[in-house]
């Protein structure tokens, strides 16, 4: 399966429609938010975002963090910025980025699925253990993992706006449990006053168990507390990672 992943290219302009950032992704960003309260060992006033993506979690995150984000795709980046133009945005790899610099909390959520190979998965997390501060708390989760994963899962999210309506139809399907991915396929319904136009993604995203997940952070040199957030009826577990102050 080739990877497209057009909804952060051609199709970004549909991004704005797939969840609401007031509501969805602020319950999630006040969540966060408290855990980075919770957990820290130092005065929190910094927050990088890895994979910031449109930048809807920075838009929630800013009343409470100065917030810098990064991002591999410079359509995403670009719609970051225009929502948030007080904050810093800068394109990089999550894998090899040197930004210079520290911060007090990190958050680095769904893009880290994109992290197909443990070996990226693992660069990944020494990166963002590179760019905290000592005593500050990286908050990191999984979209998926072997133990929550449900083969052929489909969900479909319905928007509209302007005379635009959009149906973004996803399905999950792992051809090979036995490896570290699995493909994501997605239908897009665009209906511009009436007349449809459809359109097809394809994702290949990364899948760990559990213990992979405690393994790599922990040996990074991260503390560990495993929390749960719940929407609607999904579970998703979230880390806490404490980077330790004596470091």
């Not at 994979?51 to 100065?66: D, E, S, T, W």
């Not at 302007?162 to 897009?188: K, M």
């Not at 040199?221 to 004596?246: L, M, N, P, S, W």
Request: aromatic share 10%.
């Amino acid at each position: 399966m080739n990877n497209t992943r057009r909804l952060y290219t051609d199709l970004a302009w549909l991004w704005p429609l797939w969840g609401d950032a007031t509501t969805e992704y602020a319950q999630y960003c006040q969540y966060l938010t408290g855990l980075i309260q919770q957990y820290t060992r130092r005065p929190v006033a910094s927050l990088l975002n890895i994979g910031c993506g449109g930048g809807k979690n920075v838009l929630n995150l800013k009343q409470h963090f100065a917030v810098t984000g990064i991002d591999l795709s410079p359509v995403m980046l670009a719609q970051a910025q225009s929502l948030n133009p007080e904050c810093t945005f800068i394109q990089a790899d999550m894998r090899t980025f040197d930004l210079g610099q520290t911060f007090d909390a990190i958050l680095m959520d769904d893009a880290i699925s994109y992290m197909t190979r443990r070996e990226d998965f693992s660069a990944a997390m020494r990166a963002a253990y590179n760019h905290l501060k000592p005593g500050g708390v990286m908050i990191t989760t999984p979209d998926t993992t072997c133990e929550t994963f449900q083969q052929n899962a489909t969900h479909s999210t319905h928007a509209s706006r302007d005379g635009l309506e959009v149906v973004f139809i996803e399905n999950g399907y792992d051809p090979d449990p036995t490896d570290t991915h699995y493909e994501a396929t997605i239908l897009y319904l665009i209906r511009q006053h009436g007349t449809l136009r459809m359109e097809t993604d394809h994702w290949r995203l990364g899948i760990f168990p559990l213990d992979t997940w405690r393994h790599v952070l922990t040996e990074t040199g991260f503390d560990i507390h495993e929390t749960a957030y719940r929407q609607e009826e999904d579970q998703y577990t979230v880390f806490a990672c404490i980077k330790r102050a004596a470091d």
